[in-house]
């Protein structure tokens, strides 16, 4: 039990196909002893550290360059009202799962955004909303227990389809996306 929150937490990685340019960071959940905090760096195309990066999502990050020059590049917003009934998101993480009726029939029918637990938890149904994602929950389950029982091959995805492209920075050939 407890106050909700959310936590971001693992690798992020990032690369620049124009300049080959390289970050990769890290995203260090709380402890008892220590708040979220991020750290990592980003490298040039030739594989040179260019800037290390730190902070704290729920506060600020800063990159610092070769030189030890310091600068804070993002400032967590405001809390939006009753931000811990809401996991503390931001206004930005709130409106991520923004749908509009003009939406449908646009966006996949499996986007979360369509989800009935979604839209009963935003109504403010949170009972209704548990029951709803529980049983959506157990209904997935027992799908995938009954296709690995059957030893059915990966699926296609319904609404999407893998086709290759051009790498509009580098050119190439790519499927990988």
């Known amino acids: 039990m407890g106050s909700m929150y959310f936590e971001n937490s693992g690798k992020v990685l990032g690369h620049n196909a124009k300049t080959g340019d390289r970050m990769d960071i890290e995203m260090i959940p709380k402890s008892w002893k220590t708040k979220s905090s ?3 760096n980003v490298k040039d195309g030739q594989g040179n550290k260019v800037y290390d990066i730190s902070g704290c999502w729920t506060e600020s990050i800063a990159i610092t360059d070769v030189n030890g020059n310091k600068e804070v590049i993002w ?3 405001s809390p939006i009202a009753n931000a ?3 996991y503390n998101f931001t206004e930005l993480g709130i409106l991520l799962n923004h749908f509009t009726p003009d939406m ?3 966006i996949a029918p499996t986007d979360s955004r369509l989800r009935n637990d979604q839209r009963l938890f935003e109504e403010g149904k949170i009972e ?3 029951k709803e994602k529980t049983r959506l929950e157990v209904k997935q389950r027992a799908s ?3 296709k690995e029982e059957r030893k059915e091959a990966v ?3 319904l609404f999407f389809n893998k ?3 051009k790498n509009m920075f580098t050119g190439e050939m790519q499927t990988d996306f």
């Open 163 to 165: 086709t290759e492209c």
């Open 84 to 86: 811990p009934a809401n």
């Open 75 to 77: 400032t967590s917003p």
């Open 144 to 146: 995938r227990k009954e």
């Open 104 to 106: 449908k029939g646009v």
């Open 128 to 130: 209704e909303a548990d």
């Open 38 to 40: 991020i750290k990592g």
């Open 155 to 157: 699926e296609n995805p």
